[in-house]
């Protein structure tokens, strides 16, 4: 039982979880614009995840953003390697439009860690802005990258999508915010520290019902696709109504993360 638990913890430490989500999301994508099934931006998406996150969490705690101490660090941090080499595969497969906007994600990731050399600030100290970097890079991620690389036009479903995206993001967020509210700073300023857990859980339900709402303005979308996202809205609604400060941390990394994952898999069944 130790064991299983080292692999699961393991599993999500080392954002094993958080590139699947992301995986997930960019396959709805493929699934509600009808594209094939496109191996090259998957994967770039799911290693690249990977390496960013790992990257995002843990250099904080490395001598110059890259050399860690701790022995479970360095494993993950080894597997981050090998990861790093399968993505970069993956990226230089990418047409040209594709790598040029994967590419200045990459950058904002890089400076939302690393301070600028200008300001000696990265964004994470930016007040506020956390979560819409990270409802932006997603959204871009996961609805712009796999249309770019199937040479799809920009049309208004597009827009909607993103919007929509965007929105879900934000909204699953909110659950991982009022979990570190024992453990963020002050000025960091996050939704719940500036409206309280009471009234950020109405604004994630009333983000929700948005969610929802958007999917009526996609021209040509399967019926059958918006019945699904019906209850993913419903999902996201739950998550956010039974999350506290006081939650194991697997109920936001893994169960609420895990939303995305059962989205994708819904739009197969149906």
């Known amino acids: 039982m130790k064991l299983l638990k080292q692999i699961f913890d393991f599993y999500l430490d080392s954002s094993i979880h958080v590139a699947l989500a992301v995986y997930a999301l960019a396959r709805i994508t493929m699934l509600s614009f009808g594209l ?34 701790k022995k479970y660090l360095k494993i993950i941090q080894f597997f981050g390697g090998i990861c790093f080499i399968i993505a970069a595969y993956y990226v230089f ?8 906007v994967a590419g ?33 890079t997603w959204s871009v991620s996961t609805v712009i990258l796999p249309l770019l690389n199937n040479d799809m036009p920009m ?3 597009v827009y909607v999508e993103v919007l929509q995206r965007f929105i879900y993001i934000i909204a699953i967020m909110i659950p991982f915010e009022i979990r570190d509210l024992n453990t963020d700073e002050a000025w960091l300023r996050t939704l719940p520290q500036v409206l309280g857990v009471r009234w950020v859980k109405l604004l994630g339900t009333l983000l ?6 958007l999917s009526l303005f996609k021209y040509n979308f399967a019926y059958k696709y ?12 739950l998550s956010i109504l039974f ?12 169960f609420v993360e895990s939303i995305s994952v059962v989205w994708w898999l819904a739009m197969l069944l149906v």
């Open 155 to 157: 049309q208004a479903n």
């Open 104 to 136: 200045g994600l990459v950058v904002l990731a890089f400076l939302y860690v690393v301070p600028a050399l200008t300001t000696k600030r990265n964004i994470r100290s930016l007040k506020g802005i956390k979560i819409y970097i990270v409802g932006l």
């Open 93 to 100: 497969r990418l047409n040209y439009k594709t790598l040029f």
């Open 208 to 213: 929700a019902v948005f969610f929802c709402v």
């Open 226 to 237: 918006q019945l699904v996202e019906l209850g993913v809205g419903g999902l996201i609604i």
């Open 36 to 69: 094939g099934y496109d191996e090259v931006i998957s994967y770039a998406l799911f290693f690249g995840t990977i390496v960013e996150y790992g990257f995002i969490k843990y250099s904080s705690l490395a001598k110059h953003y890259l050399f860690v101490d």
């Open 243 to 254: 999350a506290t400060k006081n939650r194991s941390k697997y109920y936001a990394s893994f």
